[in-house]
Structure formats: C-alpha cells, structure tokens
C-alpha cells in the first residue's frame, strides 16, 4: 500500500504565535508526529510510505530538517491563497496531495494535525484501515465520545431566547443518539475524494470515525491549551504505554 502522509502547518497564528514551532515538554511539537509516522513505517515495511510538509514557516521546514528519523520528507511551500486563517484545511492538503501524487499513485492520503500530538502508532493503523474497508468512505477522521449532546444539554441562541441544537424530547442523556466530538488528530483521506471538487465541507461527504481515548480534546489554540497539554502528556505518557512510545522516540529525533 502507498501512503501519503501529510503535515500541515503555518507559521502564524491568531490563537497562540508560532505554535507550530513550540517545544512541548522540551521536544518540537512536530517531533510527536513525526515519530508516530516513524512508527508507522517501522510496523509496516511492506507499505511505501511518503511524507510530505505543507508551512509558510522556514523555521518549521529547518525543524523538521534537524530530525534523523523520518527522511526523504518533501518539502511543499504554502501557497498565499491558503496562508490565512480562514483557509480549510482539507485545502491545504489537496494541494500537498496534488503536488506528490505524480511520483506515486498514493492508496491513503493520512494527515496528522501538529497541535494534537495525543495520538499512538494503533490510533493511525485504525484509521488507514477503516477507510480501506469501506469503498464508499469519502474519510475517516478521528473522534471522542462527546461529553455533552446537542440533543440534550447544548444549546444555541434563538432570536431572544437558548434552545437546544437538535431539537427532541429525550429526557435523559442516555436517550439521546450517541455523539462524537472531532479531536483534530488524524483524518485519513480516499485520493479520489481529492481529486474532485470540494465544494462542501468535509462533514457533508461521506465520513468515517475512529474513535481515541478521550485526553480531554484539547487542540493547542492558546498558552493555556498549551499548559494543559503539557501536563497531559506527561500524565498520559506514564499510564499509556503505546504513547509513552510515541513519546520516547519523539524525545530522541
């Protein structure tokens, strides 16, 4: 299988200045991703990975030039149209993806978010597996139980008054269809959905989940998701031996 891994991040930020190049726990950020992807390929040597890095930071390019685990990484330059803050992501790697797949015609197109290291080597391989499974899965991204549900106990403003976002009658929590929240950690993408037009987004094709443990769904936007992720991950990593793993090689890159 051809996989194309992809990392995406820009140099600004309006939430937390230059958090892609933060060190998280005296490691770069970036590390924790890319000795996931390491892993991967260590598990894997039948599969030929690619992994490919999409910033308008120079800094970030020479980060990542610094490691000795993952090599052959291709460098791919932001484009201004999608620099900004209001650019979609899935843009982003659309493009990284048409960049690369004239070297190779690419089985998974698998991004993983800089800003959600929490992840371990099992979590991608559940991913990269449940797209594969099912031929009509447009991607598959990963998710926790929801702690709230928009049927019961989330609301939203209604011209003067709150109202609940699904309207229903349940009464009880349990009634309520199970809900999932997006952690931002792993979206693994069909290259034929990328090929098309995405005119909607991503949420209104057809989806796939694989669900994570629930480390809170902290994605890094501010100094203090940054705190907090520091501390959970030094937590996480003494009680979760697979991303204690992670974790141990991203510190030696």
Request: charge should be neutral.
């Amino acid at each position: 299988m051809n996989i194309l891994f992809t990392i995406c991040g820009r140099g600004g930020s309006k939430g937390l200045k230059n958090k892609n190049l933060k060190k998280m726990n005296g490691v770069p950020l970036v590390y924790y991703t890319l000795a996931v992807i390491r892993l991967y390929q260590e598990a894997h040597p039948w599969d030929a990975v690619k992994v490919a890095v999409n910033t308008d930071s120079q800094e970030l390019f020479e980060t990542i030039r610094s490691q000795k685990a993952v090599f052959d990484i291709q460098e791919v330059e932001r484009k201004g149209a999608l620099a900004g803050d209001r650019a979609a992501k899935v843009d982003v790697i659309k493009d990284t993806y048409l960049k690369c797949r004239n070297q190779v015609a690419f089985d998974v197109v698998v991004d993983l978010d800089i800003t959600s290291p929490m992840r371990r080597l099992k979590d991608v391989e559940e991913a990269v597996r449940a797209l594969k499974e099912d031929a009509g899965c447009d991607l598959v991204f990963s998710v926790v139980p929801a702690r709230r549900s928009p049927y019961f106990n989330m609301v939203e403003k209604r011209q003067a008054y709150y109202r609940k976002i699904c309207p229903s009658r349940y009464t009880a929590r349990q009634q309520a269809p199970k809900a999932y929240e997006l952690n931002a950690s792993i979206y693994a993408y069909n290259p034929e959905f990328l090929e098309r037009e995405i005119e909607k987004t991503i949420l209104d094709y057809n989806c796939g989940i694989v669900e994570m443990p629930d480390y809170l769904v902290l994605d890094i936007d501010s100094e203090e998701d940054f705190r907090r992720m520091s501390m959970l991950m030094e937590y996480f990593g003494r009680e979760d031996r697979e991303l204690a793993r992670v974790m141990e090689l991203a510190g030696n890159l």
